[in-house]
């Protein structure tokens, strides 16, 4: 069976930093693109930044560039989303996507919440 489990986040103040990660199981992400998108209360979901299959490139938002960097480690089957210099409007709930033409999969979401 397939999962997507993040994991990581929480409660952090304006400045502050956390790591997030995605566990996958039940399929390998070395042949998928992995993407984190979060949702904010009452907005539409939006694409945080992608890495390639082989983590060689990554793209990001341009309101998280310089902020917000992406990692993967196949070997763990796990990607990951570091994220510094948080702000309030990075409150969210955070979901990672696994993405290649003929599947994609989701995880459940954590929430990622930034106020003093």
């Known amino acids: 069976q397939v999962h997507l489990v993040e994991s990581g986040g929480g409660l952090v103040q304006p400045g502050g930093t956390l790591k997030l990660s995605c566990a996958a199981s039940?399929?390998?992400?070395?042949?998928?693109?992995m993407n984190w998108y979060r949702r904010a209360p009452g907005k539409e979901r939006e694409l945080v930044g992608i890495?390639?299959?082989?983590?060689?490139?990554?793209n990001y938002a341009d309101s998280m560039k310089g902020r917000f960097t992406i990692s993967r480690d196949n070997n763990k089957n796990t990607v990951y989303l570091q994220m510094n210099s948080l702000k309030p409007e990075d409150t969210a709930v955070y979901y990672c996507n696994a993405w290649r033409p003929s599947s994609a999969y989701w995880g459940q979401g954590t929430q990622v919440t930034v106020s003093s």
């Open positions: 039940g399929f390998s992400i070395s042949s998928y693109a």
């Open positions: 890495i390639s299959s082989a983590g060689i490139s990554t």
